[in-house]
Each structure stands twice: as structure tokens, then as C-alpha cells.
């Protein structure tokens, strides 16, 4: 048993409590303590923000597939291309979380020193929730844009009046500082839910809501079965033709301008389970444009003024991208993470996988 009870069947943890078991996980795999430390630092945050489809429910896909070497552990990002404002970076399948830091800590001081950046990271193991990166820039006080795409894996997305799928979720980010507040991040999937979710509800054996999915012959379906049983469905691009184009566009940044390779037959494996992120970042330093104190001061004036609209009927407050999040981080820093029993079993059963210390797993497991 866990740290607590949620619904039905469901167990709700302690952050910290979730943070030490996947930084042992991560160990007892071979992972370095700095590495253990930036995996469970991205993912426990991603659930503390209500993001559970990038939290550690990834963690036995991480291990399956550092175990294949689909995730190599302890890789460092490394430039491969350097045109002083335009850099390629290679994660050479290192982990998102360590490798997608490096490449923002790099394109960070060059966007300092240029006024912008625009950095092609490639080849990186799954970079998880994007609002992560955008977070990193805008702490440095930088505006960035991200577009992502994924390879390796199965496609997953149909594109906007298909019935199949061609892609992935292909998510997209923009975060914006604010002067002595927490940044705007505006931070998504471009398909209608992200596949994370899918698997949720796959794990508690729930059904969907109406309009997130086609089954194998393009009908509406709310099973999410249908992504895991062949003949597969596929997941619907959001926004309809707007969202459609808005997620062939990120394979198009991500994928083709950086050299890291679009979603095709070329990058698809055949038992679909790598997960290869590219992106496409954009940071920029806001002082080199307007000015600091220009943007900061109109960045305040036009959010007051989109907060100040009145609500619609059953709407408490008009919210901006990132508050929602936030929110929850305060609920669930309080109650716990709740985490579905299916997913918690996966985890434990990855922590005996690794051999991670049997006697520890029922003390982190919080029984
Ligand atoms: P989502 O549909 O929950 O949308 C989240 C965005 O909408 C956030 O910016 C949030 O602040 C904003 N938002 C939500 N409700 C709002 C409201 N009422 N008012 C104002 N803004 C509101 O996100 P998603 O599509 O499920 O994506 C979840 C996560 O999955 C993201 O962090 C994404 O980066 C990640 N993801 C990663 C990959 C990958 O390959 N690494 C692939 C897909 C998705």
C-alpha cells in the first residue's frame, strides 16, 4: 500500500516520496545520480502539474528502453553545428531530460550573447512535457518557441480527414517571462489528447470521451483499445484543419530543417516502442527586440487585460496558459499525486526489474 487511498483504485503519493523512488529506479539502472536526479525532477514535476500521461508512468517505458539501448544512459548533448546563432545539437539518444537541459543551457547564453538562438536539437530519447524547456528559457528571462516531433516511434495521429494515422502528437510550446511572476506556457499536444492520456485511461480500463479518435476504419470511437489492439485506429490532429496543419508543420521544424528526420517508413521501427524526440527552439532574448522593460511592462498590461474579461456562464475565472497547471501543483503538493493502480503496479514492477534492493521497493513504495 501506498502513501494513501484515492479513488478506486488509485493510490496517491507523496511528491518527495515519488521523487526518491524514481531517482532509485533511475540508479539501480545505471543512471548517474545527476541524471536519477533531472529524470525525477522533470517527471514528478509533470505530474504535480496534472500532466500524469509525462509523469513517472513513463518510467517502465524509460527502462524497457534503456535496456534495448533505444536510451543511452549518462549521454551528454553535443553541437554539431555551430553558425554562432543556429546550432545543431545531437542528444545521440541520451535522456530528454539531461540532453534537452544542455541544448537550453546553450541556446540560453547564446540568445545573452546574440539577441537570439535558434537551436535544432536532435535525436534525443523522449524530452516529455515541452513546457519543461520553455520553463528553463524563460527563468533566464527568455521568450522561446518550441516544435517537436517524434520518430522511432509507431505513427500514432491521423492528418486532419485521414483514417489513418502518419504521425505523432507532435507537441508544440511557447513560454513567456513575466517580471517577478511565473511565465505564461502555453504548452500542448497537436492532436486532440496526447497519447500519455490514452494510455491512462487504457490502464483503468475507462472509455474516452467522444471525438478524440478513429477506430480502423475512421469511425469515432471512445475505446482507447484501439491504439493498443491491431487493426489500430489513430488519435484526431485538435483544431480540425487549423490543429492538422499545425501538427504536420512541427514534423516539417523538428523533423526536416534540423536534420533530424521527419516521421516516415525511413525513421519507423517496426516494434514502435523508441521514442526519439527532435526540436526546433526559437529563443529570444526580449531586450534585443522592444526592450526589457517595454516587453515586460506590455506583457503585464495585455494579460490584465485578457484576465479582466468576464467569465462565461460556469466559468470561475478566465485563466492564461500555465495557471491551470500551477493549480494543481498546489493540490497535489498537498494531497499527494494520485497515480492509477495499473500504472503504480508497471512502476513497481520496473523497480524489480532494475533490482532495485528488495527490501527497499516496499519502503519507497510507501507500504
Ligand atoms: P493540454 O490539452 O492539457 O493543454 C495544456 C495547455 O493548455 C497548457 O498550456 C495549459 O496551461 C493550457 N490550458 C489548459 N486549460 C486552460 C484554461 N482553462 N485556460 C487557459 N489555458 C489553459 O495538454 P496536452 O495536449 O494533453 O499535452 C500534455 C503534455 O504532453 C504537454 O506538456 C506536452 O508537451 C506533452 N507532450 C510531449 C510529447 C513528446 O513527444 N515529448 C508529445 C505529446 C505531448
Redesign the pocket.
Known sequence: MADGQGAVGEVRIKPDRLHRFTMAICRADGSSDQEAKLIADHLVL?NLFG?D??GVGMMPHYIQNTVSGACVRNHHAKIVRDNGAVLVIDGGAGYGQVVAKEAMDIGIERAKKNGVCVVGLINAH??????HWGEQCARAGMVSTHW?N?HGHKSLVAPFGAAEARF????Y?TAVPRKGKEPI?????T?Q?????VRVANNKQIQMEPGLMIDAEGNPTTDPGTMYNAPYGAILPFGLHKGGGLAVICDLLAGALTGGKTHSPRTIKKDGTD?I?NMLSIIIDPASMGGAEFFEDEVENFIGWVKSAKPQPGVAEV???????RARRVDREKNGVPIDATTWQQIVDTARKVRLNDIDIPQMAGA
Not at 505523432?168 to 507537441?171: D, G, V, Y
Not at 489528447?193 to 492520456?197: L, S
Not at 485563466?319 to 497547471?325: D, N, R, S, V, W
Open positions: 509533470a500532466h500521461s509525462h523522449h524530452i516529455g512535457r515541452i513546457g517537436v517524434v505523432t502528437t507532435n507537441p510550446c506556457v502555453l504548452d500542448f499536444a492532436s489528447v496526447a497519447m500519455g492520456k521514442i524526440n485563466l492564461t496558459p500555465g495557471e491551470p497547471e
